[in-house]
Structures are given as C-alpha cells and as structure tokens.
C-alpha cells in the first residue's frame, strides 16, 4: 500500500503562484509515475500534469508554461509549481501514484490523496 499526502493549496489572487507538495510513504518502490488532478465543482476531474521515475513530463495544454512538476525521489515527494494562476484554476487538486510507466491519459493511478483546495480569486 501507498499512502499520499498533498499540502500546499490555499486562496490567492489571479497571478500569483502556489507549491503543492505531495508526500509519498509505504510501499513507495512499486511507484512508477505520480501525477496531479484537478476537479472543479460541476466538471469531470483532469489530469494537469504527471511525472515518471525518470523525470519525463506531460502536461494538460491548460497549464503549459504555468505548471512545473517536479519529482524528489529521496524524499518520495512530488511538487507542482503553479504560477500565474487563474481562476479557472480554482479546483480541488488531488495527487495520485501508480505502477504505471504512462504519463498522458492512459496513466492509471492506483493510489490517491485526499485533496487540497486551490482557489484563485480575480
């Protein structure tokens, strides 16, 4: 079993940027690739970006150029720098794993977090 914990998301003001952190613990060495959703109220949840063992990365065309994904493998944490933020970047984020070496959207996560609220106010 993996256990995944997200920290970082609050409310900002469009521009402004924020640093989700997630923090992988357990059974960590069957994880091939994290990634990050996002579900807005009303709307189906999305992948906005994801990152392999390796470090490749791919990222929802809504986000390119504003979001950074990051992987430390040490410390079993995934990051995902959101900069310039919107607010139709308002959602919950949610951070999830799996044994999967996908990164687009055929990654299938077996793991997930509980969420953390981001909302950008205009």
């Known amino acids: 079993q993996v256990q995944l914990v997200e920290s970082g998301g609050g409310l900002v003001q469009a521009g402004e940027s924020l640093r989700l952190s997630c923090a992988a613990s357990?059974?960590?060495?069957?994880?091939?690739?994290i990634g990050w959703y996002r579900q807005a109220p009303g709307k189906q949840r999305e992948l906005v970006a994801a990152?392999?063992?390796?470090?490749?990365?791919n990222y929802a065309d809504s986000v390119k150029g504003r979001f950074t994904i990051s992987r430390e493998n040490g410390k079993n944490t995934v990051y995902l720098q959101l900069n310039s933020l919107k607010p139709d970047d308002t959602a919950v984020y949610y951070c999830?794993?799996?044994?999967?070496?996908?990164?687009?959207?055929?990654?299938?996560?077996?793991?997930w977090g509980q969420g953390t609220q981001v909302t950008v106010s205009s």
């Open positions: 999830a794993a799996g044994a999967t070496s996908y990164i687009s959207s055929r990654f299938s996560p077996d793991y």
């Open positions: 357990g059974s960590t060495f069957s994880i091939n690739a």
């Open positions: 990152i392999s063992r390796g470090g490749s990365t």
